[in-house]
């Protein structure tokens, strides 16, 4: 799988030093992924890793990591900033150590338990690296004594998600939402896209190549979002032209967060490899 | 040695006896049909024998003579190895076996080489153990692979004269009337079986299923029929023929057979009332799923299926985006069982299906195939027969021949198999030459065949991602290296035949 993480059409794979490692193949798998990383070709997919936590062999995952190039590290159960302070400076260190050019690492900080959720906006602006952060819902049901519900609309999940979207909003970085882990059940997994799509989150991780394509469709700009995207564009462009100040399209007023949100639906549509033609 | 079109070194010995591949339409074929020896059958006569000793005695049955059996039972099949064993306790030696496929459970065979019994050995396959131990160079005379169009034709030019059929059925009536249809252990087609009962002087019907007469429908019938043997059980129903047939959940799988569905879909050949034939792996199962969603949108009928058949195809029959199906194997049940509900699922025999010297095989009316390789080389050759260890473990199958016949020839194939790289500089064995494949698809991308500029232009504006045979070559080579060379002994164990009976290949012992 690892050989093969770059063909499914993720724009991200993210390797795993932690929970699906046993505690035996630590040293192993660090070494078998600094090998990989180091040998095959990813092309233009973002690499990550999760490391393990810094008390855990973190600082050790973050040593070989960092040599091998990788592009992420993302962080396990964030509690704190300081657990991100932390594990900057151990990557500074490491850069140092290995002449990798100094914040070019960048950071993911998985927030996986109810302290996480509430120091949510402090652990988002607490380093220059991150670019990123991430619910990890499997433990914070566990910790708030429930569990998931994706058929009820992952009500169980609500503050955490907002949580995690204001706060990543607040700091200007990325909002990523949990796996959904039946792999089998793609009807579910596409709703819960859906709703996490509706409320605002760039992305979300995915455990089997098979829910890649069912996440990129519900990312993906419909052509009715695309043409309506350069509508607006157009509209701006002629605006611009004529020296008018108010834009209107269709009757109703183009303001800033409308030309955001359009070229939000370019930008998507682009990176989905549709035609866009401007 | 003689070098032929592929650049293989053929042995001067065998290059005279069979010609060496001089290209895939190079030879024209014209052949006086071999006769069979018909004693007749009068009124009040019996065909029914008690045992397959009586049977055996019966036909005359000598040293130095050709048996044949059909591989329709697959992994279930017992008629071989009852049959074998009891020739063996009679002390008859020296056979030559002709069989159309030969199975993992044919195991037993070993024994009867090493005995004597069996010392020539002509198939379309050697599976594990018995192709090791073939590999391992147990025989004196190499064995023959055939294609299973080339089979065909061997038998109805003569090349193998059989002189007993053990035909195994799973229904039969006293008279021999015999299809696959009906009974305890069903296998829908019995089309390789249809050439043996024609062409061969003795032929005896094993059945565990008699009913009364007559019966039907007939796929070997009465007329090339000499004896019916009734057993307790001709097969394992369970290794005849699976259940339903599942599809595949491996991601890889299944980008390889969508690249090769959009391969198709944006091929000159798509369109209203074309045919296809398909293979029964993972990945080919779930490109005639895409390839089935793309039909309904577009309002697509396939003209007809052809080939072994699998129950998704047989479902797409019913749903009405296949018209016909044309069969020469049933791979399961639920083949089996359209081809006993469905008047539009048709039996054919292996001479119509692809046998190059008739007169038109159903493969030259193929518009699109797609198949599979243990190897590719950048050459586009192809290797289904011997693994990476250099052992004989595979089956020519009709592969050659569906490859020649189709317009569109894909081969889909992951770019690595385990530690070992699947396009390689040159495969270990040909079975089917570069010029009739046309497409190569792998889970990156594809690969045209650049004799096949028609479609290099077609592909231009596709989203695709193609490269050439070469940089495929050098990908795979990246992550796991060159396969250091397969070290053989001198002992040529196999001779490959091309479906027109010219050599394309042999294969060289392996020690043990």
Do not use: W
Not at chain 1, 92 to 111: F, H, N, P, V, Y
Not at chain 2, 186 to 192: I, L, V
Not at chain 2, 326 to 349: C, L, P, R, V
């Amino acid at each position: 799988m690892i050989r093969d993480a770059a063909i499914y059409g993720a724009d991200a794979v993210m390797f795993d030093l932690e929970d699906s490692v046993s505690l035996k193949e630590k040293d192993t798998s660090r070494f078998l992924l600094f090998n990989a990383i180091k040998t095959l070709d990813f092309g233009d997919l973002e690499t990550v890793v999760r490391i393990n936590s810094l008390d855990m062999g973190g600082i050790d995952d973050i040593n070989a990591m960092v040599r091998a190039g990788i592009k992420v590290i993302r962080l396990p159960k964030t509690e704190t900033a300081q657990d991100v302070v932390e594990a900057d400076e151990a990557i500074t260190a490491a850069e140092k150590q290995c002449g990798r050019e100094l914040g070019s690492t960048r950071m993911m900080a998985a927030i996986e338990g109810p302290t996480g959720v509430l120091n949510a906006p402090a652990i988002a602006l607490a380093s220059k690296r991150l670019i990123g952060i991430a619910l990890g819902a499997e433990d914070y049901v566990t910790s708030m004594k429930t569990r998931r519900f994706p058929e009820k609309n992952g009500e169980e999940l609500f503050f955490a998600r907002s949580m995690i979207l204001h706060a990543a909003r607040s700091a200007g970085i990325a909002a990523l939402d949990t796996v959904f882990s039946d792999i089998n059940d793609m009807d579910t997994l596409r709703k819960e896209a859906e709703l996490i799509k509706q409320l605002g989150f760039d992305g979300k991780s995915v455990i089997n190549p098979r829910q890649i394509p069912v996440v990129n469709a519900v990312f993906t700009p419909t052509q009715k979002e695309i043409d309506n995207a350069l509508a607006v564009k157009a509209a701006i462009a002629e605006a611009e032209s004529k020296g008018s100040g108010v834009i209107a399209l269709n009757g109703k007023m183009i303001d800033k967060p409308i030309v955001d949100r359009a070229e939000r639906v370019l930008m998507l549509a682009k990176a989905a490899g549709l035609a866009v033609e401007e | 040695m003689k070098t032929n079109k592929v650049g293989r070194q053929i042995p001067d010995e065998i290059a005279e006896k069979y010609g060496v591949f001089e290209g895939q339409f190079a030879r024209k074929l014209t052949y006086t049909k071999d006769a069979a020896k018909v004693t007749n059958v009068l009124p009040g006569e019996s065909k029914l024998v008690d045992t397959i000793h009586d049977a055996i005695l019966k036909t005359g049955l000598k040293d130095g003579m050709t048996i044949s059996f059909h591989h329709h039972f697959r992994e279930g099949d017992k008629v071989m190895n009852m049959v074998l064993a009891e020739i063996a306790a009679m002390g008859i030696k020296n056979l030559s076996l002709a069989s159309s496929s030969i199975a993992n459970v044919h195991e037993p065979l070993i024994d009867h080489i090493n005995n004597g019994v069996i010392t020539n050995v002509t198939s379309s396959g050697l599976r594990d153990k018995v192709g090791a131990a073939i590999s391992h160079g147990i025989m004196k005379n190499p064995v023959v692979i055939r294609s299973h169009g080339g089979r065909g034709r061997a038998i109805e030019e003569g090349s193998i004269h059989i002189d007993v059929a053990f035909l195994g059925a799973p229904s039969s009536d006293e008279y021999g009337n015999a299809n696959g249809s009906h009974g305890k252990a069903t296998c829908g087609s019995m089309g390789y079986a249809r050439v043996d009962a024609e062409f061969a002087d003795k032929v005896v019907i094993i059945t565990d299923n008699l009913v009364p007469y007559p019966n039907t429908p007939i796929s070997i019938p009465q007329n090339h029929v000499d004896y019916v043997v009734v057993v307790d059980s001709i097969g394992d129903p369970d290794g005849i023929a699976k259940g339903a047939t599942r599809f595949t959940t491996n991601p890889k799988e299944l980008l390889i057979a969508q690249n090769g569905a959009q391969a198709i879909i944006e091929s000159p050949y798509f369109k209203d009332g074309y045919s296809f034939q398909t293979g029964t792996g993972g990945s080919t199962l779930a490109l005639a799923q895409y390839l089935a969603d793309e039909m309904r949108k577009r309002q697509y009928k396939a003209s007809f299926a052809l080939g072994g058949i699998t129950s998704p195809m047989c479902t797409m029959l019913e749903e009405g985006l296949i018209e016909k199906i044309i069969d020469t194997q049933s791979f399961d049940k639920g083949a089996a069982k359209s081809m006993k509900d469905n008047a539009n699922h048709y039996e054919i025999s292996a001479s119509f299906y692809a046998n190059p010297g008739n007169k038109g095989a159903a493969v030259n009316m193929l518009d699109v195939v797609v198949l599979s390789a243990l190897e590719v080389d950048t050459d586009f050759n192809v290797n289904v027969m011997t693994g990476s260890d250099g052992l004989i473990r595979g089956a020519s199958g009709g592969h050659c021949d569906a490859g020649a016949g189709a317009k569109l020839t894909l081969i889909m194939t992951p770019l690595i198999r385990g530690r070992i790289p699947t396009i390689v500089d040159h495969v270990n064995t040909v079975i089917t030459p570069g010029e009739s494949i046309d497409i190569v698809v792998t889970e990156i991308g594809i690969a045209i065949n650049p004799k096949r500029q028609d479609l290099i232009d077609a592909f231009k504006n596709s989203t695709l991602p193609q490269y050439t045979i070469q940089e495929l070559r050098d990908k795979a080579y990246a992550v796991v290296g060159e396969p250091e060379p397969i070290q053989y002994n001198d002992k040529v164990v196999a001779v490959i035949e091309y479906r027109d009976g010219s050599v394309i290949d042999v294969v060289y012992g392996v020690d043990q």
